[in-house]
T-cell receptor, first 114, second 115 residues
Framework: KNQVEQSPQSLIILEGKNCTLQCNYTVSPFSNLRWYKQDTGRGPVSLTIMTFSENTKSNGRYTATLDADTKQSSLHITASQLSDSASYICVVTTSPGGGNKLTFGTGTQLKVEL | DARVTQTPRHKVTEMGQEVTMRCQPILGHNTVFWYRQTMMQGLELLAYFRNRAPLDDSGMPKDRFSAEMPDATLATLKIQPSEPRDSAVYFC?????????????FGPGTRLTVL
């Protein structure tokens, strides 16, 4: 069964600190992996998208890594800001028969405090 | 700036009533997705359209849910009759099939409460 598991479920850090969120998946066949940020009351916004051949991608203070062998991804946030408080969702896409199927993780709820 | 819009933003209704949610995808996008998000299940894909044709609605309860794209600027999701377990936030997203890795842009969602 295709699954995406994220850890931790929730996390509280102080402003300015770094943190790393984890995503493990069993989805096959793999097409790409995305990290989304979802602010409270809003739709998800894409942070990074990585294909099989990419093992790291950055977007400002966000850096995602992908290990396709171990089927693990991480999202590292550097010098956290209060505005980073949100839910971070890992999504893995398969492309069976040319279509796209997305499997979503349940997210990591991050809170950044003063 | 181009955005996906959804109406209504909030809907409270009684069990058994029909609910219609609307989505205007970003102009020029040729894929549209409907998702449901709950605390327990997270995000779930309900339906997927490409060039207005339904490609995958396997995530949608067929007996009460229906999704359509009457034209390229409007997608609808209907629930009839609604039930309390349908309470959730419903997101619409659009994208370009030819875009790198098929990125999707999400609307703000419709928060549905069925009493």
């Amino acid at each position: 069964k295709n699954q995406v598991e994220q850890s931790p479920q929730s996390l509280i850090i102080l402003e300015g600190k770094n943190c790393t969120l984890q995503c493990n998946y069993t989805v096959s066949p793999f097409s790409n992996l995305r990290w989304y940020k979802q602010d409270t009351g809003r739709g998800p916004v894409s942070l990074t998208i990585m294909t099989f051949s990419e093992n790291t991608k950055s977007n400002g203070r966000y850096t995602a890594t992908l290990d396709a062998d171990t089927k693990q991804s991480s999202l590292h946030i550097t010098a956290s800001q209060l505005s980073d408080s949100a839910s971070y969702i890992c999504v893995v896409t398969t492309s069976p028969g040319g279509g796209n199927k997305l499997t979503f993780g349940t997210g990591t709820q991050l809170k950044v405090e003063l | 700036d181009a955005r996906v819009t959804q109406t209504p933003r909030h809907k409270v209704t009684e069990m058994g009533q029909e609910v219609t949610m609307r989505c205007q995808p970003i102009l020029g996008h040729n894929t549209v997705f409907w998702y449901r998000q709950t605390m327990m299940q997270g995000l779930e894909l309900l339906a997927y359209f490409r060039n207005r044709a339904p490609l995958d609605d396997s995530g949608m309860p067929k007996d009460r849910f229906s999704a359509e794209m009457p034209d390229a600027t409007l997608a609808t999701l209907k629930i009839q009759p609604s039930e309390p377990r349908d309470s959730a936030v419903y997101f619409c997203a659009s994208g370009l099939i030819q875009a790198p890795q098929g990125e999707q842009f999400f609307g703000p969602g419709t928060r549905l409460t069925v009493l």
